[in-house]
């Protein structure tokens, strides 16, 4: 069922997990929920030639955690909480789940392991 969910195409949480996945993006984003930034104060903590670290932003972009625009002759990238919050939302529900199991298994072994109980 998971797999065919995924094979349909419904999941509109892939690509902000996938922007997620990386180290460096996850700091850009922890950075940008401070605030918009232009990508010359993004980039500065990292040890990356601008080019690799615009891919980083690509990436962030397509997964709609970020959206920029020209001011000037700088660029400003600002934060899309949209995705983020759709992400832990998916996240906390996964985690009730497992609790509920862990819980349901708790209960099993206070039993003795009887499965008739």
Do not use: Y
């Not at 094979?7 to 902000?16: E, F, M």
């Not at 906390?92 to 349901?104: L, S, W, Y």
Request: charged content about 25%; glycine content about 8%; some cysteine.
């Amino acid at each position: 069922m998971i797999l065919s969910h995924m094979a349909n195409g419904d999941d509109s949480l892939t690509p902000a997990f996938h922007a997620l996945a990386d180290p460096t993006r996850r700091a850009v984003v922890a950075r940008l929920a401070a605030g918009p930034a232009s990508v010359s104060e993004l980039a500065g903590p990292f040890a990356l030639a601008l080019p690799t670290f615009l891919k980083h932003l690509k990436v962030l972009e397509t997964g709609g955690l970020i959206a920029s625009e020209k001011q000037g002759r700088t660029r400003i990238c600002r934060l899309n909480p949209a995705p983020v919050t759709a992400a832990r939302d998916w996240l906390d529900r996964q985690r009730e789940k497992m609790a509920a199991q862990t819980d349901r298994l708790a209960d099993f072994l206070d039993r003795g392991g009887d499965l008739d109980g």
